[in-house]
């Protein structure tokens, strides 16, 4: 038997829910523990051990200095580097920071301004290393992770697709509420792998899982405002959790012009 | 059958044709409310059908409302159709486990549920989205034996539309709104000031076994002609038309149409149109494994030649633009289907106009590339 992967989980800045992903799949996690050692998880143990590691798990975006050089050590000892989760991937909710003066925000929020160091904009991990998986989500959801290990483990493809949301709504059967009820919904354009969860509980799609592999955020736009939606409040629904993904960011953007 | 066999029942032995059909080992499936739609699940009685309901249908939108009778049939299709028990979104082909070096096949695709399906509710141009697929995954080289499995034995309540929504164009497509083969009973609700009745025509040896169990008596010249005239009413409803005059050869002549580039501005490539079709058949195979290795599966799910993955080849995917993936899907239900399996792909259900977020109409799109006029008079064509 070969020897087990050794995996490693960063965190960079980020709320600590995709990591608890990790640790919230009891059923999985067992058989994850066999089949690999999680030798550095500062979120659940004190053992940190030295790399290179076989698979880097990286949370967070990018928003100091000191991140944006940790990364870089970070990538030079994970053979695979693995972002999870919206910050990770497109900058996360932080990255609201990036159409505001951040400056600004630091002398009305802090009391000591000066011990705040903070970059300009929150950028995701692939701005600044390559990143050989994207696994998005906000948060991650656990089944895609345990399905990504384990497909690494496999040599196989994880079965991950790029695809609308759209599609799990209709496997699942849930009645399309865009057309149904007239609610806005960003399934249409926003990748698969929650299960189409808000749709099932009568909520239009939030977005969290970024940008479907080919979305027209023009088209569903110009069906938001048929539905009543005025071009901020469809603006805001792509400044979310992946407010800087290109192609959220243009569409918001866009209505802002409008 | 050379001679229509009729009968005419009260409204209320509907309930008595459910009881038959569990009764005679049928889980009854057919139309009922969730969701704010008409979807199909399970009938346990009579008052699970969608019991004086409507639907008011468009491009890109659908409402419920309520009617001011107990109709029990007056409206036309929602977002699913029987391929949800015929051809089911998620199929479990073989599981296995590992043995040593080697592996062990631990069961075949999962069986058909146990008892058979009795669909109550499946209009004309549904028994004709029902051939079609027969036609696909029976009639062809290789048989599919899932589909097989769960096809046959089904009994099959057939309804005449008695009226029709905005979107249907089955008229244009020769699929509706009469049911006239493929079924064991079809029922033609007729509603009056003092009367709620159903003609039921029998459609099979087990459909005449079925009605005989039920109180019926015989159907009179006059409700036979109220019976015509309330399916007249849903014929002459239908304002959308699709004309198919020689559509194999002018979608195959205009690949190049500038039509495509417009519709592609509004196609979300989300699928949906693929979804709720009743013909499209494509799956995709996932292999899962646990994270052991010692346990693997093999599915077969829903796959849509909307997504990118649908024709990923070495170096990437064949059509990788919306312009070519909405006129490979179009192209293939209205032409290239005649070639394939003898008929259109398309049986005039509307679903992919509904159903369509953004409203993007099959009907009008054709009607485009022929270069005529927006084909459906005065309706909505989507957001151009």
Same mark, same amino acid.
Request: aromatic share 8%; hydrophobic share 35%; net charge negative.
């Given at each position: 038997m070969k020897d087990k992967p050794r995996i490693a989980v960063f965190k960079f800045a980020s709320c600590d829910g995709c990591q608890l992903s990790l640790l919230d799949a009891e059923d999985e996690l067992l058989g994850v523990a066999e089949a690999v050692? !999680?030798?550095? *998880?500062p979120e659940a143990s004190r053992t940190m051990l030295k790399g290179p590691y076989d698979i880097g798990l990286v949370e967070g975006s990018i928003t100091t200095h000191h991140d944006a050089g940790r990364i870089q050590q970070v990538r030079r000892q994970c053979r695979t580097l693995i972002t999870i989760g919206a910050c990770a991937t497109a900058g996360?909710? #932080? %990255?609201?920071r990036n159409w505001k003066d951040v400056d600004e925000f630091v002398r009305v929020v802090y %009391?000591?301004? #000066?011990y705040i160091s903070t970059l300009k904009m929150s950028t995701p991990i692939a701005e600044h290393v390559p990143v050989d998986f994207e696994l998005r989500g906000c948060p991650i959801n656990k089944h895609q992770l345990i399905e990504l290990i384990t497909a690494m483990l496999a040599g196989r493809k994880p079965n991950?697709? %790029?695809?609308?949301?759209c599609i799990e709504c209709k496997r699942r059967g849930t009645v399309c509420i865009v057309v149904a009820r007239g609610v806005a919904c960003l399934g249409p354009v926003t990748q698969a /792998?929650? /299960?189409?969860l808000c749709p099932s509980f009568d909520r239009g799609c939030y977005?969290? +899982? /970024?940008?479907?592999?080919?979305?027209n955020t023009g088209s569903l736009t110009n069906q938001f405002r048929i539905l009543g939606q005025s071009d901020q409040q469809i603006s805001q629904s792509f400044r979310? +959790?992946?407010?800087?993904?290109w192609q959220f960011r243009k569409a918001s953007e866009e209505c802002e012009r409008a | 059958m050379a001679e229509k066999t009729q009968a005419i029942v009260e409204a209320g032995q509907i309930e008595r044709l459910i009881e038959v059909l569990h009764s005679r080992g049928y889980e009854v499936v057919g139309p009922t409310v969730r969701d704010k739609a008409i979807v199909y699940d399970r009938l346990?009685?009579?008052?699970?059908?969608?019991?004086g309901w409507t639907d008011e249908q468009e491009a890109g939108s659908y409402r419920l409302k309520r009617r001011e009778d107990g109709a029990l049939f007056c409206y036309v299709v929602g977002p699913q159709s029987w391929k949800k028990y015929l051809h089911p979104a998620d199929v479990r082909l073989f599981s296995a486990q590992r043995q040593g070096e080697t592996f062990r096949?631990?069961?075949?695709? &999962?069986?058909?549920?146990?008892g058979r399906h009795a669909f109550l509710g499946v209009r004309a141009c549904e028994l004709a989205a029902i051939a079609v697929q027969d036609r696909v995954?029976?009639? &062809?080289? +290789?048989?599919d034996p899932i589909y097989q499995g769960r096809r046959e034995g089904i009994f099959i309540v057939a309804v005449n539309c008695t009226q029709s929504a905005a979107t249907c164009f089955c008229t244009s497509m020769g =699929?509706?709104? #009469?049911?006239?083969?493929? *079924? &064991?009973l079809a029922l033609t609700e007729l509603l009056g000031p003092d009367h709620h009745r159903i003609l039921i025509e029998v459609g099979s040896e087990v459909g005449a076994e079925v009605l005989a169990e039920l109180e019926h008596f015989q159907a009179s010249d006059d409700v036979e002609r109220e019976a015509e005239t309330a399916v007249g009413r849903a014929r002459s409803q239908i304002q959308r038309r699709m004309d198919t005059t020689g559509i194999r050869d002018l979608l195959y002549s205009n690949v190049d149409h500038p039509r495509w580039d417009d519709v592609a501005q509004r196609?979300?490539?989300?699928a949906n149109c693929t979804m709720v079709c009743? =013909?499209?058949?494509c799956t995709t195979v996932e292999d899962v494994s646990d994270v052991t290795g010692d346990h693997a599966e093999r599915w077969r799910r829903w796959d849509s030649c909307? =997504? #990118?993955? *649908?024709? +990923? !080849?070495h170096g990437g995917s064949?059509?990788?633009?919306a312009k070519s993936r909405y006129r490979q899907w179009m192209t293939h239900k209205l032409a290239s289907w005649i070639d394939q399996? /003898?008929?259109?792909?398309?049986?005039?259900?509307?679903r992919c106009i509904t159903w369509c977020p953004v409203g993007i109409d099959i009907t009008a799109e054709v009607g485009a590339i022929r270069g005529?006029?927006?084909?459906?008079?005065?309706?909505d064509h989507g957001n151009t």
């Amino acid at each position: 038997m070969k020897d087990k992967p050794r995996i490693a989980v960063f965190k960079f800045a980020s709320c600590d829910g995709c990591q608890l992903s990790l640790l919230d799949a009891e059923d999985e996690l067992l058989g994850v523990a066999e089949a690999v050692d !999680i030798v550095y *998880f500062p979120e659940a143990s004190r053992t940190m051990l030295k790399g290179p590691y076989d698979i880097g798990l990286v949370e967070g975006s990018i928003t100091t200095h000191h991140d944006a050089g940790r990364i870089q050590q970070v990538r030079r000892q994970c053979r695979t580097l693995i972002t999870i989760g919206a910050c990770a991937t497109a900058g996360g909710i #932080q %990255a609201l920071r990036n159409w505001k003066d951040v400056d600004e925000f630091v002398r009305v929020v802090y %009391a000591t301004p #000066q011990y705040i160091s903070t970059l300009k904009m929150s950028t995701p991990i692939a701005e600044h290393v390559p990143v050989d998986f994207e696994l998005r989500g906000c948060p991650i959801n656990k089944h895609q992770l345990i399905e990504l290990i384990t497909a690494m483990l496999a040599g196989r493809k994880p079965n991950i697709p %790029a695809y609308s949301v759209c599609i799990e709504c209709k496997r699942r059967g849930t009645v399309c509420i865009v057309v149904a009820r007239g609610v806005a919904c960003l399934g249409p354009v926003t990748q698969a /792998g929650c /299960g189409a969860l808000c749709p099932s509980f009568d909520r239009g799609c939030y977005g969290c +899982y /970024g940008p479907m592999e080919s979305p027209n955020t023009g088209s569903l736009t110009n069906q938001f405002r048929i539905l009543g939606q005025s071009d901020q409040q469809i603006s805001q629904s792509f400044r979310s +959790y992946n407010a800087w993904a290109w192609q959220f960011r243009k569409a918001s953007e866009e209505c802002e012009r409008a | 059958m050379a001679e229509k066999t009729q009968a005419i029942v009260e409204a209320g032995q509907i309930e008595r044709l459910i009881e038959v059909l569990h009764s005679r080992g049928y889980e009854v499936v057919g139309p009922t409310v969730r969701d704010k739609a008409i979807v199909y699940d399970r009938l346990e009685r009579l008052a699970d059908l969608p019991v004086g309901w409507t639907d008011e249908q468009e491009a890109g939108s659908y409402r419920l409302k309520r009617r001011e009778d107990g109709a029990l049939f007056c409206y036309v299709v929602g977002p699913q159709s029987w391929k949800k028990y015929l051809h089911p979104a998620d199929v479990r082909l073989f599981s296995a486990q590992r043995q040593g070096e080697t592996f062990r096949i631990l069961s075949n695709p &999962d069986p058909p549920p146990p008892g058979r399906h009795a669909f109550l509710g499946v209009r004309a141009c549904e028994l004709a989205a029902i051939a079609v697929q027969d036609r696909v995954l029976l009639h &062809d080289r +290789y048989r599919d034996p899932i589909y097989q499995g769960r096809r046959e034995g089904i009994f099959i309540v057939a309804v005449n539309c008695t009226q029709s929504a905005a979107t249907c164009f089955c008229t244009s497509m020769g =699929t509706g709104p #009469q049911a006239h083969a493929g *079924f &064991d009973l079809a029922l033609t609700e007729l509603l009056g000031p003092d009367h709620h009745r159903i003609l039921i025509e029998v459609g099979s040896e087990v459909g005449a076994e079925v009605l005989a169990e039920l109180e019926h008596f015989q159907a009179s010249d006059d409700v036979e002609r109220e019976a015509e005239t309330a399916v007249g009413r849903a014929r002459s409803q239908i304002q959308r038309r699709m004309d198919t005059t020689g559509i194999r050869d002018l979608l195959y002549s205009n690949v190049d149409h500038p039509r495509w580039d417009d519709v592609a501005q509004r196609c979300l490539t989300c699928a949906n149109c693929t979804m709720v079709c009743p =013909t499209c058949f494509c799956t995709t195979v996932e292999d899962v494994s646990d994270v052991t290795g010692d346990h693997a599966e093999r599915w077969r799910r829903w796959d849509s030649c909307f =997504t #990118q993955s *649908f024709s +990923y !080849i070495h170096g990437g995917s064949v059509r990788s633009s919306a312009k070519s993936r909405y006129r490979q899907w179009m192209t293939h239900k209205l032409a290239s289907w005649i070639d394939q399996f /003898g008929s259109s792909g398309c049986v005039g259900c509307g679903r992919c106009i509904t159903w369509c977020p953004v409203g993007i109409d099959i009907t009008a799109e054709v009607g485009a590339i022929r270069g005529a006029t927006a084909s459906a008079g005065e309706n909505d064509h989507g957001n151009t």
